[in-house]
């Protein structure tokens, strides 16, 4: 996959971005000055930095890029991959700004990206790269908690994130807010239970409500809910990888799965633990029992299914496979993996693409919940679990008591209705609603807009509006 991509990632992503945004605003009311300031990038940092590997000495090319600071801090992950450029480091800080204003995130967008294959580097020698790429971030006031919070993003994870919070706090020894200068940190280091597996969490919500609008589902031919519905996925990374585990716990099928190196497919359903299990223990996903591997990784993107989930990189349905795709819906787990003339090409199909901008917000609404953990130095339900614990039990007895002569509950079902919200319980809720009210605004922005063409415009809408109501400084209001 990764030398198709390079080819494929010809295509310039942030002008892909400028696509979308242009195809949006002629839906929008709005004076052309503002817009403008909206859709450009307002900070590019891109620097060069040596580190000694054994006895070499290497260069490494390395960005963060601040989108928008109508809202501030900004926010957005960092990238660890040999295709990281300038132009994609924008396309994604600006990916963030609709993103955050979507799901009701205070952010303004921003993206960070270091030019290296991390699988080509030891963990002493990523650590060295991490800490020096963050001092340089620190060097130029591009990041801190008020500032700009990294976070993961393709090829990075918790353990990059604890050595960024490390070496900031090395710099920032008086700050008591400095643990939320990045969010996607380990538990033990600051972070917050439910993150890890929030981006593809956040995808299964959003797209178990899009499919319960019968009305919608009717439209495409299908029926509503996900149960039996057949799945693909892209990529089985930490965005791929949840985003299956809960589609196949909510009752859909994963019948076919790319990875970089290879990519299997089998009608009985795959489960995407023994996957993932099978592609820990032999690197590849070929020769999973049960399954068989198609000749070429990217046949996966054009076998058969309701929905298709991309959740590796951008540019991966483009203008040369848009027409092969057979698939009703296109969940985008990654950021950009449809370009707009794909899209154009399946609107045309009456295939419904439900936006990255929308889809894959998970992860940064679950790093607000972070940053506000950090700032507000307590865990979430820390006050009031062991409170409401004990009102539910008053409660409980007081039922029983009244429903004495009946049938008495379980040990289970007691247990279930007294429990008090823990971490973990109140981030999958705020994490459920927030993806549940952000669709409704984008569907509703669809189907009260004439003309509209898609969904992504609508989610473009959405966000743009949102970002307009931050200039009434400028004494424009929308
Ligand atoms: N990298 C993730 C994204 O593309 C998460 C960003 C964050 O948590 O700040 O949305």
Redesign the pocket.
């Known amino acids: 996959m990764a030398k198709k991509l390079k080819e494929q990632r010809e295509n310039n992503f942030f002008d892909d971005v400028l696509k979308y945004f242009d195809k949006a605003v002629k839906y929008v009311n709005a004076e052309p000055g503002v817009l403008e300031q909206i859709k450009y990038c307002n900070s590019v940092y891109r620097m060069k930095f040596p580190i000694k590997i054994g006895d070499k000495v290497e260069v490494i090319e390395a960005y963060r890029v601040e989108h928008s600071h109508h809202k501030t801090p900004t926010?957005?992950?960092i990238r660890y991959s040999e295709h990281v450029n300038q132009d994609e480091v924008m396309a994604?800080a600006a990916?963030?700004t609709y993103?955050c204003a979507l799901v009701d995130v205070p952010f303004g967008g921003a993206?960070g990206g270091i030019k290296i294959n991390p699988r080509n580097y030891d963990a002493d020698a990523l650590e060295k790269i991490t800490r020096r790429y963050t001092t340089e971030l620190i060097k130029k006031n591009f990041i801190g908690p008020g500032i700009d919070?990294?976070?993961?993003?393709y090829g990075t994870g918790e353990r990059e994130m604890a050595w960024i919070a490390d070496t900031f706090a090395a710099f920032h020894h008086l700050e008591i807010d400095s643990l939320g200068c990045v969010?996607?940190k380990p538990i033990s280091q600051g972070g917050i239970r439910g993150r890890r597996e929030a981006?593809g969490l956040g995808l299964f919500y959003g797209l178990r409500h899009a499919v319960s609008y019968a009305d919608d589902m009717k439209k495409l031919g299908l029926k509503p809910g996900l149960q039996g519905k057949t799945v693909v996925i892209q990529g089985m990374g930490n965005v791929g990888y949840h985003a299956a585990k809960y589609l196949h716990e909510g009752g859909a099928k994963i019948v076919a799965i790319q990875e970089y190196n290879g990519s299997i497919y089998s009608d009985k359903g795959i489960n995407p633990e023994e996957a993932v299990a099978w592609f820990r223990q032999t690197g590849k996903l070929e020769g999973l029992k049960g399954t068989k591997s198609f000749k070429k990784p990217e046949e996966a993107l054009e076998y058969a299914c309701d929905i298709l989930v991309p959740a590796a990189l951008e540019n991966q349905i483009h203008a040369e496979n848009a027409s092969r795709i057979k698939t009703k819906i296109i969940a985008e787990g990654a950021?950009g993996p449809v370009t707009p003339e794909a899209e154009a090409i399946l609107t045309k199909k009456g295939v419904l693409v439900i936006p990255d901008i929308y889809l894959?917000?998970g992860?940064?609404t679950?790093?607000y919940f972070e940053w506000l953990k950090n700032l507000s130095h307590v865990r979430f339900g820390r006050m009031e679990k062991r409170y409401a614990q004990a009102a539910n039990l008053r409660l409980m007895d007081a039922i029983e008591k009244a429903a004495a002569s009946g049938k008495k509950l379980t040990k289970e079902e007691k247990e279930r209705i007294i429990a008090g919200p823990d971490e973990v319980t109140l981030v999958y809720s705020g994490l459920e609603e927030t993806m549940i009210t952000a669709y409704d605004a984008i569907r509703e922005t669809y189907r009260n807009t004439k003309g509209i063409p898609d969904m992504r415009t609508a989610a473009f809408v959405t966000a743009i509006n949102k970002i307009l109501t931050s200039y009434s400084t400028l004494g424009i209001f929308p």
């Open positions: 926010k957005g992950g994604l990916l963030m993103k993206k919070v990294p976070a993961p993003d969010t996607g981006t950021n894959n917000a992860g940064v679950v790093s």
